[in-house]
């Protein structure tokens, strides 16, 4: 039987372009990229997603017993572009994602990640920032898991977007599933416009627009990456997004 691509009918693709995934190779889908981080090691790993094609990345994780995982990912895709975690967990260890998708045009930019912990003590930590503009959307679908066997569990999802204009959009589905009963879960998402008084102040004080808007967007994907401590990949994740802005012919006044 003849492997089916996923369609917006599928949950875990509802915000997915449609068209491209119709027309994507079924052996895409199967291209899983496996990380295996073993016990007290760390492993960390900084990624700039950016084909003018639709592309998918997909990665299959397990992170050994006091082992930690961190991932930090830039999407400025020019089409559909989705980069997608599994991740298991083993006692004490701890997973660290930052994502931030930015761009406008029509493309759909997203992320989506499924974090398992089934053994105690385990964190994790997921910090999703969007910036959008034209008809762009930038989506990130997170979901915690814990098995009876995850008790001292300490996990978290941050979502925010900054929608700069009407026309583009941000989705967020937050998703926690608990069987055990001595946890610390929470997400939070929240999409808006860009601060107004913020903006004021800056302007009060000087501050050209343009340089107003570009101060408060690396502020706020910022966040993303606070947790990277390689300053340097930092600096040059946060370059690399704020580039997008540099050259956008449709930012708002």
């Known amino acids: 039987m003849s492997q089916q691509n996923p369609t917006l009918k599928d949950e875990e693709w509802r915000y997915a372009d449609a068209k491209a995934l119709a027309a994507l190779s079924p052996d895409t889908f199967e291209a899983w990229r496996d990380i295996d981080v073993a016990p007290g090691e760390t492993h960390r790993e900084c990624f700039v997603l950016d084909a003018a094609e639709p592309s998918l990345t997909r990665i299959r994780a397990k992170v ?78 997170g979901a915690i898991n814990v098995g009876r066997g995850g008790q001292r569990t300490d996990a978290a999802q941050d979502f925010k977007a900054l929608v700069l204009e009407k026309g583009a959009a941000a989705n967020a589905k937050p998703e926690l599933e608990i069987f055990a009963d001595d ?3 929470a997400h939070g998402a929240a999409i808006g416009q860009m601060d107004e008084m913020a903006r004021y102040y800056m302007a009060s004080r000087g501050i050209a627009p343009d340089l107003a808007k570009k101060l408060l967007v690396r502020a706020f994907i910022a966040d993303a990456l606070a947790a990277l401590e390689d300053e340097s990949e930092a600096e040059r994740l946060l370059d690399t997004a704020l580039a997008v802005l540099d050259d956008a012919e449709a930012m708002i006044a």
């Open 64 to 141: 050994g017993e006091g082992a930690r995982l961190e991932l930090f990912a830039v999407n400025l895709g020019g089409d559909y572009t989705r980069m997608e975690v599994i991740t298991r967990l083993e006692t004490g260890a701890h997973f660290e994602f930052g994502g931030v998708t930015i761009g406008g045009g029509d493309a759909v930019r997203e992320f989506v990640t499924r974090t398992t912990h089934d053994e105690p003590e385990a964190t994790s930590n997921q910090v999703v920032r969007a910036v959008h503009w034209g008809e762009a959307t930038g989506n990130f679908l």
């Open 183 to 185: 946890v610390k879960c």
